[in-house]
C-alpha cells in the first residue's frame, strides 16, 4: 500500500515528523512517569509538559498559562463552547456560530440548543468568506460568545478573525470570541494576543504531531467551566492524566510548523498553483469552490459538474492518489458537504467537490500523478453518472 | 535521575511495556492515516484501530462493538456518568456513588448534582469494602445508575462488583451499573459480561500501555448522550480523530495484562507480602489501610503513626524510591486522602499514610530498598512532626 502513495489529504491528517516520533519513542521508553506525582518521575514528566507548553504557546503568540492541553481540537472546541455555557449561563443565554463551522463546534452549539442556548448561524458567503460586520449584526447584551473558524477545513479560506473579534466587541465587550484554529497552525502565522480572541482550538495531528493530542487557547482572565472533571489538572479545566508522549510531540510540531510556515507557504502555493492550472486545461468547467484570494496555499477544493465525489474520490485511490470529498470526519456521510451548501453551492454541483491538500511532505511527483490521472477518472466518472 | 530508581508507584502510572513502545513507534514513523478518511491510509488505520479494539475487548471479556475509545479513563468515567444521565434525565433523578471513588467519578457525580441530579453516597467500611447491600438500599424507582469501583485505587480492595450488580438490579432492574475499573485490568481476571454491568472505565497507563487513552465498556443495548460532540467517530458517542498509535499501543496492553494476571499476581503478591512482614518488624505499630483479604497483590497502603505521609514520600524520593501519598491526581493537595477518611480512618493517622504498588517490573532489589531506607525515614519524620 505505501508504494507510490500520494498524499494529497494533509487537512485530514498530516504524516508525523520524524524528529517527533523519534522524541516521543524516547517519552515512552524512558519517562513513564505521572507529571501529577511528586517524585523524580513525576517530576521530569512535568518538566517535559511545561517544556512543551512554552513550545505551543510561542507557536500561537499565546502565553504558556493560557495554553490547557486536550485530547484533541474536538474536545478543545467542545470546552470552549460548553465551558463558556456552563460559565455564563444566568447573565447570557445566546451564542453565534459561523454556518459552516466544523462539526465540533456546530454539534457542540447544536447541543447547547437542546440546553436552553439559543444558537444564531451566521450565513457564509459565496467565496466562502464570514463577513465581520455579518457577525456583528447577530450578537446581542445577552450573547456570551461567537465562534468562527480561522480557516474553513473544507475550502480554505481565511477568515478575518481579528476583524470579526473587533466588530464584536464593539456591540457588546462581554461577549467571548472563540475561533476554531486547527487548520491554521501551520498554513499561516498564529498570533493570538494579536487577534485579540478569547480562545482558540488546536489539534497536534494536522502539523506533524500525534492523533490524540490538541490544545484550548484560554486568553488570561477568562473563566470557563471544565467538561470532564476529576483529578483537577489543566488548572481544573482538563482533568485526566496528561498524556506526556502526546504532548512532547504536539509542542516540537507546533515549533517546527509556526518556524516554517512561510517557507512550506510559498512552496507548497506553487504546487498548487500548478495543480490547478494543469487541471483547469483538462477540466475547463472545473469550479474552485471560495475566493482563491485568502485561502491558505495548500487547499484545492473544486467541484466538478456531473460527477459524483464519492467516485472520483474511489478511482483516485485506486491510482494511489489519496484526497477527500468533503471534511474526512464526515466522509462516511452521504450528504453533500454541510460546507459548500451554507455557501449557496448547488447541491448537484456540490456533490462533485473533491479535496485535494497539499503540506510539508508534498512533492511535484504528488502533482503530476493527480494531473496524469484525473481528467481520465472524470470521464469516467461522468460516463458512470 | 534514572540510576537507581526504585518504581513503587505502579498505581499511579507504569513503565511503557517495550512492545507497546515499538508498536506506536512503527504507527506513528509510517502509519499516519485518518481512519474516518476513505482512502487507502485511511482504511489502514481504521484496520489497526479495529484490532487493537478487539484485542482489548477480549481482555476485558467484552464484544468489540462495546468499546467506546476514550482519551483516558477519567473522560471515560465522566462519558459513564454525564452520558447516563444525558439520557436518562426525565425519567430518572438520581444516582448512586461509593463515597471512595475516584474523583472522576466523585467530581463528575458532584457536578450532575448542580445540574439537578441528586446523588446519593454509599458509606464504605474500615476494610475498604463496599457492602452490595448497603448500595441496593440507596436505590430507588428514579435512579438512573450506580457507581461503585472494581478495585480502590488507593488501598487497593477489589469490591465485589458483580454481587453489587446484583443487588441493585433486584432493587431496579433499569439502573445502570458502571464501575470505574482503572485498576482492576491488569491485577485480577476481568470479564464485564460475567460481571454483568452496563459500563466500566479503563486506562491504558494503568497496564503498560501510553498516557491520553482509555476506553468504555458500554454494554450492547445501554444508550448513552455524548459528552464530545462532532465528526461522529465512537458511534458518535465520542467524536474527535482517533488516537491511532495510543490505540494500538492499548491494544497490546490490555492483551498482554489479560495473559499475564495470574503470573503477575502471583510474583507481585510474594514481593508484597515480604515487604510487608519487613516493615512490621521494624514498625511494629503501622497500619494496613484495608483488608488485606480481598486486595490486589501489588497493593500495600499503610498508615504510620505520628508522622506526615508528604515527608515520607520526599524522604523516600530522596533514596530513590518513587511511591505516592494518596492518589497521584491529589498528591498536590494537603488534605488527607478521601479514601481513607471515607474508611473512618482518624485523620491525624491518615495524614501519615503511604502507598506502595507494585507492578510488572517490580523486583525484589525494589523491596529491599525499601526495607533498607524506611525505617530510618520513619523515625526522622517523628522527629520532624
Not at 6 to 28: F, I, N, R, S
Amino acid at each position: 500500500m505505501k508504494t507510490k502513495l500520494h498524499y494529497l489529504d494533509h487537512a485530514a491528517t498530516t504524516p508525523v515528523l520524524p524528529e517527533v516520533a523519534e522524541a516521543m519513542g524516547k517519552v515512552l521508553r524512558e519517562d513513564f512517569g505521572n507529571p501529577s506525582s511528586l517524585h523524580a518521575a513525576g517530576r521530569r514528566a512535568k518538566e517535559l509538559v511545561e517544556d512543551a507548553r512554552e513550545q505551543v504557546a510561542a507557536g500561537v503568540g499565546a502565553r504558556p498559562d493560557e495554553i490547557v492541553f486536550t485530547g484533541g481540537g474536538t474536545e478543545a472546541d467542545n470546552l470552549a463552547l460548553k465551558g463558556a455555557a456552563g460559565k455564563l449561563r444566568g447573565n447570557a443565554d445566546h451564542m453565534v456560530v459561523s454556518a459552516f463551522e466544523h462539526h465540533a463546534v456546530l454539534d457542540a452549539a447544536h447541543w447547547l440548543g437542546t440546553q436552553g442556548v439559543e444558537v444564531s448561524h451566521v450565513p457564509v458567503g459565496g467565496d466562502g468568506l464570514v463577513d465581520p460586520a455579518a457577525v456583528a449584526s447577530f450578537v446581542r447584551p445577552s450573547t456570551m460568545l461567537v465562534s468562527v473558524m480561522a480557516v474553513n477545513n473544507e475550502v480554505g479560506t481565511i477568515q478575518p478573525i481579528s476583524e470579526i473579534a473587533s466588530a464584536v466587541r464593539a456591540v457588546n465587550p462581554r461577549t467571548l470570541v472563540h475561533t476554531d484554529a486547527v487548520q491554521a497552525l501551520g498554513n499561516l502565522p498564529v498570533d493570538l494576543h494579536r487577534w485579540e480572541v478569547d480562545l482558540a482550538a488546536f489539534a497536534a495531528h494536522k502539523v506533524g504531531g500525534p492523533k490524540g493530542v490538541g490544545a484550548l487557547f484560554v486568553r488570561s482572565g477568562v473563566a470557563l467551566e471544565a467538561t470532564a472533571h476529576g483529578g483537577g489538572q489543566e488548572r481544573g479545566l482538563r482533568s485526566g492524566t496528561l498524556n506526556v508522549a502526546g504532548i512532547v510531540g504536539f509542542g516540537l510540531a507546533a515549533q517546527s510548523a509556526a518556524k516554517e510556515v512561510h517557507e512550506k507557504a510559498e512552496r507548497v502555493g506553487v504546487m498548487r498553483d500548478r495543480l490547478l492550472d494543469g487541471l483547469r486545461a483538462e477540466i475547463p468547467d472545473l469550479v474552485v469552490n471560495g475566493t482563491l484570494g485568502s485561502r491558505i496555499p495548500g487547499n484545492l477544493s473544486i467541484s466538478i459538474p456531473g460527477t459524483e465525489g464519492e467516485t472520483l474520490l474511489l478511482l483516485l485511490d485506486q491510482a494511489g492518489i489519496a484526497c477527500s470529498s468533503g471534511s474526512a470526519c464526515a466522509s462516511g456521510a452521504i450528504d453533500p458537504s454541510h460546507v459548500l451548501s451554507a455557501m449557496g453551492l448547488p447541491q448537484k454541483l456540490a456533490r462533485g467537490s473533491v479535496r485535494f491538500s497539499l503540506g510539508r511532505a508534498s512533492t511535484d511527483e504528488d502533482v503530476d500523478a493527480v494531473l496524469a490521472v484525473l481528467p481520465g477518472i472524470v470521464a469516467r466518472a461522468r460516463r458512470a453518472a
